[in-house]
């Protein structure tokens, strides 16, 4: 059997104090104390345990910042990002809360192909219209509703009792000219009156005779004109 010898050197004396607190925040900036075995030996463990989580992926991780996930803790979740985040149910209201998924390139197409035809309405100007928030109209029955606008709208009708029940239609100006012409016959005759209704009190009694209405011609003083015109009724 060989023998080992050591030598020992002694250069002065120094007292050495040995801690076996617990790893942590507390060994910061502590440089009179040695840390125990017992103290590096269950540090270095945890490593192998606390250090690495093998929790699945969650909001818990936002708040986590000493633990590292594992690796089948982030494959998992990277497995699962080209799956359930990506959705391929149809276009509807649905999609309207999901913040958290995101619709397939099918699905995408599938809607940009309808908005051609389906939201575009070649329906011709109604009261259907009116409910109709989801469709646009296309440009073919708007353009046959703004050129009658300037047709249905203006109606060249004759004046006549037609007229009092019609609120969504203007008569021509050639219709209004015509009625206003025959209103005023002329100026200068008997003949040449027009009819205006009076109350008792504007018209003497000879005026009153005529049904309560007078009529007045285009010249002379008010009452020869009056009187003119009832002298033509009663000739």
Same mark, same amino acid.
């Given at each position: 059997?060989?023998? &080992?010898?050591?030598?020992?050197?002694?250069?002065?004396?120094? &007292?050495?104090?040995? !801690?076996?607190?617990?790893?942590?925040t507390?060994?910061?900036g502590?440089?009179?104390?040695?840390?125990?075995? %017992?103290?590096?030996?269950?540090?270095?463990?945890?490593?192998?345990?606390?250090?690495?989580?093998?929790?699945? =992926? $969650?909001? @818990?991780?936002?708040?986590?910042?000493?633990?590292?996930? /594992?690796?089948?803790?982030? =494959?998992?979740?990277? +497995?699962?990002?080209? &799956?359930?985040?990506?959705?391929?149910?149809a =276009?509807?209201?649905?999609?309207?809360?999901?913040?958290?998924? @995101?619709?397939?390139?099918?699905?995408?197409?599938?809607?940009?192909?309808?908005?051609g035809?389906? !939201?575009?309405?070649?329906?011709?100007?109604? #009261? @259907?219209?009116? !409910?109709?928030?989801a469709?646009?109209?296309?440009q073919?029955?708007?353009?046959?509703?703004?050129? #009658?606008? $300037?047709?249905?709208?203006v109606?060249?009708?004759?004046?006549? !009792?037609?007229? $009092? #029940?019609?609120?969504?239609?203007?008569?021509s100006k050639?219709?209004?000219?015509?009625?206003?012409?025959?209103?005023v016959?002329? +100026?200068?005759? &008997?003949?040449?009156?027009?009819?205006?209704?009076v /109350?008792?009190? /504007?018209?003497?009694?000879?005026?009153?005779?005529?049904? $309560?209405?007078? =009529?007045?011609?285009?010249?002379?003083?008010? %009452?020869?004109?009056?009187? %003119? @015109?009832? %002298?033509?009724?009663n000739?």
């Amino acid at each position: 059997m060989g023998l &080992t010898f050591v030598t020992r050197h002694v250069y002065g004396t120094a &007292t050495v104090t040995v !801690s076996d607190t617990a790893y942590g925040t507390a060994w910061d900036g502590v440089g009179t104390l040695a840390p125990s075995q %017992n103290a590096i030996y269950d540090q270095f463990v945890a490593f192998g345990t606390t250090g690495i989580s093998d929790a699945v =992926y $969650g909001t @818990a991780w936002s708040v986590v910042t000493d633990i590292a996930p /594992s690796k089948k803790a982030i =494959y998992d979740k990277m +497995e699962t990002v080209g &799956t359930a985040a990506i959705s391929d149910a149809a =276009y509807g209201t649905a999609w309207a809360a999901g913040t958290t998924t @995101a619709p397939s390139q099918h699905q995408v197409y599938e809607k940009i192909e309808t908005l051609g035809t389906a !939201s575009i309405s070649d329906t011709a100007y109604g #009261t @259907a219209w009116e !409910s109709g928030t989801a469709l646009a109209p296309s440009q073919h029955a708007v353009y046959d509703k703004i050129e #009658t606008l $300037g047709t249905a709208q203006v109606s060249d009708a004759a004046y006549s !009792s037609s007229w $009092g #029940t019609v609120t969504a239609i203007a008569p021509s100006k050639n219709a209004v000219y015509d009625k206003i012409q025959s209103l005023v016959i002329g +100026e200068g005759t &008997t003949e040449d009156c027009i009819h205006i209704f009076v /109350s008792a009190s /504007s018209a003497s009694s000879a005026q009153k005779g005529v049904s $309560g209405a007078y =009529y007045t011609c285009g010249s002379g003083t008010a %009452n020869t004109q009056i009187n %003119n @015109a009832i %002298n033509e009724l009663n000739a």
